[in-house]
Each structure stands twice: as structure tokens, then as C-alpha cells.
């Protein structure tokens, strides 16, 4: 989430105080959808703004907003008059008028950090290059399901230190994971992400309750080929799950390129929590924007 005058869009400090009791509403709601919750938001409306393409993080959205009782509209960037040069401020103050809320998927966090100093309603970070803290709170949802608490944890991602790496250090580590990301030179995460760094994914992930991987490309990455093999070694398949805790369960946010950076066997074997993950996004955001507008 993003929130006026803070630098830092993983979170608002209200957020991290009241986790423990998101992620218990969030549960709830998912025992008891769709009636818990629902009526929440009768009369809001909700912006939910894509400048870029989005599958999990646009359908939750909407069918969350819609569950809860209120209105989404979602404004794909290419149809809004941003194309004809209005400025994203300008974007932020008109909406301001109409709705109660905006959820803002970009490919700049500037173009974010621009969006909530002019709103007056508050900005859900929907995917920045720098920051994905919706996917996060999914994930320590469904970490809690699986082990019933989050304290100790250890998490080891594998891969790319992205936006998905760098929101799970932070908002994960405040939840009371130890998370471990593993990555090659050139690719790994700022070291005062809130992450222990560890070069060789083997020993990233003894011990590891959890091994989550992510796609290897983003949408901005130009040099595929060499990105590629740089990752190749970090590739999660079954003999790097064989390394982790025999209780280990594998998370991916999707979408998955079978045979890159996750192989198939594991991706959909037992031990993989891929879809009960994706499936929570709706849960922990509609929780999220209970906890903003309810």
C-alpha cells in the first residue's frame, strides 16, 4: 500500500501494526466467502488503474471490490487521456472526486510516488518495478495456513531479486520471517532489503520451510539471452527441493514458464501451493481494503 507522505510503498505503518489481524480476517473471509464481508463497501466505488498487463492482480481486485459490495472500475492506462499527455497528479485529483479508492499497477514507481502525493484517497501499490505488496500479503496468508504461524519461518527465494523479492524481505520480515534470497552477481537485492543474501541456492535453501521462485523476465528486461544464463543455475526443481526442510512447500506468484526457472514436476507436484497462493490474493486484498474503507 501506498500512503501520503511516506517514501516507502511496501506498507503503512498501520498495516504492519494490524497484520496478525488482517491475515485473521482475510482467513475469515475465505471460510466464510462470500457472505463475511460482504455489504462493506456498498455505496464506494474503487479506481483499479493498469498501465501495464495484470491477470491475478486485476481479477482479485475487481471480483474483491465486487464481493465486499462496492463498484470497481477498472481504467486500463491505454484508454485514460494519460496517452494524450495528462500528467498522472492530474490523474490522481480527478479521481479523488469519484471514488473512494485507487489501486495503481505501474511500471514506474515514480509515476506511483507522483499518484499518491496528489490523491486525497488511499493508493494501493498494485505492482511497481520496485514493490508488490499485495502478492506479499497472499503469500504470508498462505505461509499461515499451511504452518499455522509465520514467527521463524524461513523463506528462501530463488532468483531474480525483484519487486516480489524485495516486498516479501520487508513486509515478510516484519511478519517474523527469515528470508534468504539467492542470486547471481549483478542480479541480487539491495543488501538492507531486510534479507539475509546468499550466493549459492543450495545452501539458501537447507533448512527452508519454503522455496519460492518467480519468472526470470519482466516486461522491461532487454537482454533475455544473457539474463537467462545468468539464472540458469537457480532454476528450482527437484533436487534443489531435496535440499530444503522435509516439510518445505514451493510458492510461485505466476505466471510460470515450466522448464525455466521453475521445472514442471515441481511446479505442480504435491508439495506446491502455487494456486492456493494465487487464490489468496483475493482474500488478503479484499481484508486490505476492508481494513482502508470499511
Known amino acids: 500500500?501506498?500512503?501520503?507522505?511516506?517514501?516507502?510503498?511496501?506498507?503503512?505503518?498501520?498495516?504492519?501494526?494490524?497484520?496478525?489481524?488482517?491475515?485473521?480476517?482475510?482467513?475469515?473471509?475465505?471460510?466464510?466467502?462470500?457472505?463475511?464481508?460482504?455489504?462493506?463497501?456498498?455505496?464506494?466505488?474503487?479506481?483499479?488503474?493498469?498501465?501495464?498487463?495484470?491477470?491475478?492482480?486485476?481479477?482479485?481486485?475487481?471480483?474483491?471490490?465486487?464481493?465486499?459490495?462496492?463498484?470497481?472500475?477498472?481504467?486500463?492506462?491505454?484508454?485514460?487521456?494519460?496517452?494524450?499527455?495528462?500528467?498522472?497528479?492530474?490523474?490522481?485529483?480527478?479521481?479523488?472526486?469519484?471514488?473512494?479508492?485507487?489501486?495503481?499497477?505501474?511500471?514506474?514507481?515514480?509515476r506511483l510516488a507522483e499518484l499518491v502525493a496528489a490523491a486525497e484517497v488511499p493508493v494501493v501499490n498494485a505492482l511497481t518495478p520496485r514493490h508488490h505488496p499485495c502478492q506479499t500479503l497472499a503469500d504470508l496468508l498462505t505461509l499461515r495456513e499451511r504452518f499455522g504461524e509465520l514467527d521463524g519461518l524461513r523463506v528462501a527465494f530463488v532468483g531474480d531479486g525483484n519487486n516480489v523479492a524485495r516486498s516479501l524481505a520487508r513486509l515478510g520480515g516484519a511478519a517474523g520471517l527469515d528470508v534468504v534470497v539467492s542470486s547471481p552477481p549483478g542480479f541480487e537485492l539491495e543488501a538492507d532489503a531486510g534479507a539475509e543474501l546468499?550466493?549459492?541456492?543450495?545452501?539458501?535453501?537447507?533448512?527452508?520451510?519454503?522455496?519460492?521462485?518467480?519468472?526470470?523476465?519482466?516486461?522491461?528486461?532487454?537482454?533475455?539471452?544473457?539474463?537467462?544464463?545468468?539464472?540458469?543455475?537457480?532454476?528450482?526443481?527437484?533436487?534443489?527441493?531435496?535440499?530444503?526442510?522435509?516439510r518445505a512447500i514451493v510458492l510461485h506468484c505466476l505466471p510460470a514458464h515450466p522448464g525455466e526457472e521453475i521445472t514442471a514436476d515441481v511446479l505442480y507436484g504435491p508439495r506446491s501451493l502455487v494456486f492456493d497462493q494465487a487464490e489468496n490474493r483475493l482474500h488478503a486484498q479484499k481484508a486490505l481494503l476492508e481494513l482502508l474503507l470499511g
Open 1 to 110: 500500500m501506498a500512503g501520503g507522505e511516506r517514501g516507502d510503498f511496501i506498507t503503512g505503518e498501520e498495516v504492519l501494526d494490524r497484520l496478525d489481524g488482517l491475515l485473521d480476517r482475510a482467513a475469515e473471509m475465505k471460510a466464510g466467502r462470500p457472505g463475511v464481508g460482504a455489504g462493506v463497501l456498498t455505496g464506494r466505488s474503487v479506481a483499479l488503474v493498469f498501465e501495464q498487463p495484470s491477470t491475478r492482480t486485476r481479477v482479485s481486485l475487481e471480483v474483491g471490490v465486487s464481493e465486499l459490495g462496492g463498484t470497481p472500475i477498472v481504467l486500463p492506462g491505454d484508454e485514460l487521456q494519460l496517452t494524450r499527455g495528462e500528467s498522472i497528479g492530474d490523474l490522481g485529483r480527478v479521481l479523488s472526486r469519484y471514488v473512494d479508492a485507487i489501486a495503481f499497477r505501474s511500471g514506474s514507481d515514480d
Open 198 to 246: 546468499v550466493a549459492d541456492p543450495h545452501e539458501a535453501v537447507a533448512g527452508a520451510d519454503a522455496i519460492y521462485a518467480d519468472v526470470w523476465l519482466s516486461m522491461a528486461d532487454e537482454d533475455a539471452a544473457a539474463k537467462r544464463d545468468a539464472l540458469a543455475p537457480y532454476r528450482v526443481d527437484a533436487d534443489l527441493l531435496a535440499a530444503a526442510s522435509d
